[in-house]
């Protein structure tokens, strides 16, 4: 974090911010709107996400984990110093132990695993 150049902060604050939401909402907006075989990738995204909740929300109860900023005193919240009421935000929708597995990770790959699918009919979609 020491080497970290604060002009980098706000940039990948805002794509975190914006970026993470922006994915998990234009997935099924995508393929809400598109025609044909009626709507299978939707349906193929919507269960994914179900599923990566189910067993978050199973690991969340089973294993009580840390992640290192909460752990460790030299490691910070960069995004909280550049745009303090995210705190906020993530406090309201997480606890400081749920991190195992990461829902992030997991679902960022639930929406490339079905844009990878789903890249002939929407082509456009898969680079985003």
């Known amino acids: ?8 902060l706000e940039f990948f604050t ?4 914006v970026g993470f939401a922006f994915l998990l909402v234009a997935g099924p907006i ?4 598109s025609a044909g075989r009626r709507q ?13 909740y189910a067993v978050g929300t199973v690991c ?3 294993f009580i984990s840390y992640g290192p900023r909460n752990h460790l005193e030299t490691v ?7 745009y303090p009421q995210t705190q906020d935000l993530t406090a309201a929708v997480a606890s400081n132990t749920n991190v195992f597995p990461s ?6 790959v639930a929406v490339i695993a079905v844009a990878w699918r789903s890249r ?9």
Not at 1 to 8: G, I, L, N, R
Not at 76 to 82: A, F, I, T
Not at 120 to 128: K, L
């Open 76 to 82: 910070s919240g960069l995004m909280y110093r550049v």
């Open 120 to 128: 002939r009919t929407h082509p456009r979609w898969t680079p985003v």
């Open 30 to 33: 995508t393929y809400f709107l």
């Open 14 to 17: 805002v794509s975190y911010m």
């Open 60 to 62: 969340y109860t089973l």
């Open 103 to 108: 829902l992030h990770t997991s679902l960022s």
């Open 40 to 52: 299978r990738h939707l349906k193929e995204l919507l269960v994914a996400y179900m599923l990566n």
């Open 1 to 8: 974090q020491d080497v970290t150049p604060e002009a980098t």
